[in-house]
């Protein structure tokens, strides 16, 4: 029987260590995302949270100041919550220290220098995220790349050399998100991604990776969403995170044994 996880996220609280400030301005997101996080400082947890996921904007570096909230966090892991951490470009110290409580890593995988310079405004390069993923892995045996598809202006640029490089590495698991045109944002015109652009990454993704494929929560809605949640289960994902009804009714009618979860992709 084929299985597949569906993940309704309804106990994952997104906490910003910087509240709703980013530095970077990025093309895609312009901070927008951290409206909707609740702010470190002022955590009060609804419950029945499980996990938190510990994000945030970054610093004209590309880095998540996540060490400096370093006690915080540690309180909120003692209090029984699982943690996953979304972070930047950080070095061996932050990775260490990250490490230490985190139960999930999350790090966005950029595989082109150009891509990196446009969306990101970052003097960075692909040898950068490589430096970074590495030293992760070091300290973390659940550290797990994300790969936007159309990140730039919804255009594929980056995301099969993303998966050529992380390919090369024992993985346990790669999450894919779609770009959405968000309001707002210097890319809140450009268009979703093409559906059949979305479904060759993905199977060029399952072609190569020999580990479980999340499609995470961050994909544009309505018919889009249909369309790429489906795309994910023609291209044999393991997990499917917020699809419709109508995709959780498709997936009982084709006989799937469907496992839920409530947290993280990741968790």
């Known amino acids: 029987m084929k299985k597949i996880k569906v993940v309704n996220l309804r106990r994952t609280v997104p906490i910003s260590?910087?509240?709703?400030?980013?530095?970077?301005?990025?093309?895609?997101?312009?901070?927008?995302?951290?409206?909707?996080?609740?702010?470190?400082?002022?955590?009060?947890?609804?419950?029945?949270?499980?996990?938190?996921?510990?994000s945030g904007g970054s610093t004209k570096d590309g880095r998540v100041p996540v060490l400096e909230h370093m006690d915080k966090i540690?309180?909120?892991?003692?209090?029984?919550?699982?943690?996953?951490?979304?972070?930047?470009?950080?070095?061996?110290?932050?990775?260490?220290?990250?490490?230490?409580?985190?139960?999930?890593i999350s790090f966005d995988?950029?595989?082109?220098?150009?891509?990196?310079?446009?969306?990101?405004?970052?003097?960075?390069?692909?040898?950068?995220?490589i430096r970074t993923f590495e030293v992760l892995k070091k300290f973390s045996d659940n550290v797990y790349p994300h790969i936007t598809v159309g990140l730039n202006c919804g255009k594929i640029t980056h995301e099969y050399?993303?998966?050529?490089?992380l390919s090369k590495y024992a993985?346990?698991?790669?999450?894919?998100?779609?770009?959405?045109p968000t309001v707002g944002t210097q890319f809140e015109n450009c268009p979703t991604p093409l559906l059949e652009d979305v479904?060759?990454?993905?199977?060029?993704?399952?072609?190569?990776?020999?580990?479980?494929?999340?499609?995470?929560?961050m994909y544009p809605k309505g018919k889009d969403r249909d369309e790429i949640?489906?795309?994910a289960v023609d291209a044999n994902?393991?997990?499917?995170?917020?699809?419709?009804?109508?995709?959780v009714e498709y997936l009982k009618k084709e006989g799937y044994a469907i496992e839920y979860s409530d947290e993280c992709c990741v968790l």
């Open 171 to 180: 993985q346990k698991k790669v999450v894919f998100i779609v770009f959405i």
């Open 161 to 165: 050399k993303s998966i050529d490089i």
């Open 229 to 231: 949640a489906m795309a």
């Open 17 to 54: 260590v910087t509240g709703t400030v980013c530095a970077l301005h990025c093309k895609h997101c312009n901070a927008h995302y951290l409206e909707h996080m609740m702010a470190i400082n002022k955590t009060n947890i609804p419950q029945p949270t499980k996990s938190l996921l510990i």
């Open 109 to 129: 995988f950029v595989g082109d220098d150009e891509t990196i310079k446009y969306v990101y405004n970052l003097d960075k390069k692909v040898s950068d995220y």
């Open 199 to 217: 479904k060759s990454v993905f199977a060029y993704a399952r072609e190569k990776f020999d580990c479980d494929l999340n499609l995470g929560c």
């Open 74 to 104: 540690r309180e909120l892991k003692a209090k029984g919550y699982r943690l996953n951490f979304h972070v930047g470009l950080i070095d061996e110290k932050e990775a260490f220290e990250i490490s230490r409580v985190a139960d999930a």
């Open 237 to 247: 994902f393991n997990v499917i995170t917020q699809p419709s009804k109508k995709v």
